[in-house]
């Protein structure tokens, strides 16, 4: 599209001379022969360029330049004035003029000056975006770190944390250990979050998600054509992380061998590529993850010695959520205001039956199990409902159901029991369905539901 001038000059001279030379070139000029007309015809096109002359008859050109400098800083603007002294080409560009050019003037050198304001004009217009689109970022990661943010009130979590507050300023190796589920990974953030590192970035490896010769490829890059797939070639996380945090979950899953070129990097504080002769210098803060016992990993040849002693500088245990059950209400309080808000719901009230349930309920999935039934939970309530016992889990609704293969009935009436909880969970809770599963009368299914205490 031809690029829009508004020319604000009151001699008919020089807005045809300046009409003539920008429309051989392209531009789409309009004209504002003094202050006021100039002021109405920028407000309405809001044109890529305006050339201004001083010298008007209804108010002064700097005026006019305060005027649309206030209303449109990105704007450009190019004096073209008779009246060229120093102190008016200062004003000029203190006032935020582009140029100050004075009259004659040479129709190249006018089209350069346009030329070059159009580039001034477009990188303002870019890094304008840049730092909205930064803004943007910062506040989705202020998002997302609040909602990984930990939740806890009990006073095992209040150890754990006032410990991570005191280490991760640090430079310290910490382990984080805990059984599947129990927030390892939040707290790994939240380090790195309250660490020296915080600027740069948090990169996150789960040595259990790759084969062995990947988990190495991921780790230390490689080059192009280094083995069989290599078309390009990869830095790999030691050297993404350099400045940042490296977090390895699962550590125990890392291959022995590949421990033992890890634990090198460490104490050498370098690495080298697949396929490449030349280290590479990184410098990282490393936190490690496990949900085995680190010390029966290292008895069971899963984890070195040495490599322990490197990662345990500080060993922090997350417990697991049953033994922690104070934190329950918040977490759950907390999870329902997180997806209420991602299904643009109104985030529901909890019945006390279903917190009873909650509370009860062993969490051997641990908080992954308790967001993911509450996210069961929102996802099917209607808004403005109350959660009730019946949107929960049938996990939670009938914890008898969670039979291990030591659990399997030994008496007929551990059978009995079995059969009757069988049937309500294939009828999803429904009674009369249940009944016509079993092939008996509804109340005879009551009495038997009574008997063995099976709450449907």
Request: proline share 6%; charged share 25%.
């Amino acid at each position: 599209m031809a690029k829009t001038v508004v020319i604000i000059d009151d001699e008919k001279s020089v807005q045809a001379t300046l009409a003539a030379i920008l429309t051989r070139n392209g531009f789409e000029v309009h004209f504002g022969p003094n202050a006021s007309q100039g002021r109405k015809k920028v407000e309405e096109l809001k044109p890529d360029l305006v050339l201004l002359d001083l010298g008007l008859p209804d108010a002064e050109g700097f005026d006019v330049l305060r005027h649309i400098k206030a209303e449109f800083p990105a704007m450009p603007v190019i004096i073209l004035t008779a009246h060229d002294t120093i102190s008016n080409a200062i004003e000029s560009i203190k006032l935020g003029a582009f140029h100050f050019l004075s009259k004659p003037y040479a129709a190249e050198e006018l089209l350069s000056l346009c030329a070059r304001a159009f580039e001034q004009r477009d990188l303002v217009r870019q890094t304008e975006v840049l730092i909205e689109e930064k803004e943007h970022l910062k506040k989705r990661l202020r998002t997302a770190e609040d909602k990984l943010r930990p939740v806890s009130v009990s006073r095992r979590m209040c150890d754990v944390e006032d410990l991570i507050a005191r280490v991760a300023p640090s430079e310290a190796n910490i382990m984080l250990t805990g059984e599947s589920g129990v927030g390892k990974e939040v707290y790994a953030n939240e380090i790195h979050r309250r660490s020296l590192h915080c600027d740069g970035p948090m990169v996150k490896l789960n040595c259990g998600a790759f084969p062995g010769n990947m988990i190495e490829a991921e780790l230390f890059g490689y080059a192009k054509g280094a083995f069989t797939g290599a078309t390009v070639a990869f830095p790999g996380m030691l050297a993404e992380a350099n400045g940042g945090t490296l977090f390895l979950d699962e550590i125990t899953e890392m291959p022995m061998e590949l421990q033992t070129r890890f634990l090198r990097v460490l104490q050498e504080r370098e690495f080298r590529p697949l396929g490449t002769t030349k280290n590479i210098p990184t410098v990282f803060r490393l936190i490690a993850a496990s949900n085995r016992v680190p010390a029966v990993a290292v008895q069971e040849g899963k984890l070195r010695k040495d490599l322990y002693f490197r990662l345990k500088t500080f060993e922090i245990e997350i417990p697991p959520l049953r033994e922690r059950k104070e934190d329950l209400p918040k977490l759950v309080d907390t999870f329902i205001h997180r997806f209420a808000r991602q299904l643009s719901k109104t985030p529901p009230h909890l019945s006390p039956e279903a917190m009873e349930l909650i509370l009860k309920y062993p969490w051997p999935g641990n908080v992954r199990e308790l967001q993911n039934a509450i996210e069961h939970a929102l996802v099917l309530l209607s808004d403005g409902q109350e959660l009730g016992v019946n949107y929960l889990p049938k996990e939670l609704r009938f914890p008898e159901m969670n039979l291990t293969a030591q659990e399997i009935p030994q008496t007929l009436e551990e059978m009995e029991k079995l059969t009757l909880i069988n049937a309500v969970r294939k009828a999803q809770g429904n009674k009369k369905r249940a009944a016509e599963i079993l092939g008996i009368h509804r109340p005879t299914l009551y009495a038997k539901l009574k008997r063995f205490g099976i709450s449907v």
